[in-house]
């Protein structure tokens, strides 16, 4: 398991624009594909978006398609997260993680880290 710090959440408005950072302590899994997870209030965590370890392609979720942009750092295990016109249901714990699996379909193979919390006002 290789630790994971996700940074950059606090309160937008709504139509505003968000960027969360996922950095990993270390580059046991630079070969895997990064996403982002989030679990909004009351609901069970899910897929937000992904990119792979060259940084392409990238994958997102319908809740997020044409609203979101996200990036693969080429030196270190870290992503970052840009999503645009954020609305109230854009609110939740955003979590980062190592994918196995394609697109949307994947899913994580480490632990979780503690998240980043979003909270869009409207």
């Known amino acids: 398991q290789v630790q994971l710090a996700e940074s950059g959440g606090g309160m937008v408005q709504a139509g505003g624009s968000l960027r969360l950072s996922c950095e990993a302590a270390?580059?046991?899994?630079?070969?895997?594909?990064m996403g982002w997870f989030r679990q909004r209030p009351g609901k069970e965590r899910e897929f937000v978006a992904s990119?792979?370890?060259?940084?392409?392609?990238?994958y997102w979720a319908d809740s997020v398609k044409g609203r979101v942009r996200i990036a693969r750092a080429s030196d270190k295990d870290a992503i970052y997260l840009y999503l645009d016109k954020v609305i109230p249901e854009d609110t939740a714990v955003y979590y980062c993680n190592f994918l196995v699996g394609d697109g949307t379909t994947a899913r994580p193979i480490n632990s979780w880290g503690q998240g980043t919390q979003v909270i869009v006002s409207s």
């Open positions: 990119v792979t370890f060259s940084g392409g392609p990238a």
């Open positions: 270390d580059r046991t899994y630079r070969d895997y594909s």
